[in-house]
């Protein structure tokens, strides 16, 4: 599967965005997918995961009440809907699958197919 992300850009704390990730190829549905950030200087770190249907996401601790994960298998597409941001969320996101093992959860590790990132800069 390729992944594009889209969506970032410039925001003022407290603001939103939201991310996209469209993916090409066949059977979208047979992949979990996740969403994962690199802010300057510093490791990529896991933000947010969905299981291949969609009944199961997980969050990061600094995301949790304020990102939401989502996904539309018909459309091929993932997104990231991103509210009340703060300057520490600036950072390139990325969007990242696997292909899944039709569990009911999802985790934050074995990502191997990855999109190019998209800048989010936030200002406060």
């Known amino acids: 599967v390729q992944l594009q992300a889209s969506g970032g850009g410039l925001a003022q704390t407290g603001g939103s965005l939201r991310l996209s990730c469209v993916a090409s190829?066949?059977?979208?549905?047979?992949?979990?997918l996740g969403w994962f950030r690199q802010a300057p200087g510093k490791e990529r770190e896991f933000v947010a995961g969905?299981?291949?249907?969609?009944?199961?996401?997980l969050y990061a601790d600094s995301v949790k009440g304020r990102f939401t994960i989502s996904r539309d298998n018909a459309k091929k597409t993932m997104y990231l809907q991103m509210n009340s941001l703060r300057t520490e969320d600036t950072a390139v996101y990325y969007c990242?699958?696997?292909?899944?093992?039709?569990?009911?959860?999802?985790?934050?590790?074995?990502?191997?197919?990855w999109g190019q990132g998209t800048q989010v800069t936030v200002s406060s």
């Open positions: 190829g066949r059977s979208f549905s047979n992949y979990d």
């Open positions: 990242a699958g696997k292909f899944t093992t039709y569990s009911r959860t999802i985790d934050g590790l074995g990502f191997d197919y």
């Open positions: 969905i299981n291949w249907s969609g009944s199961s996401t």
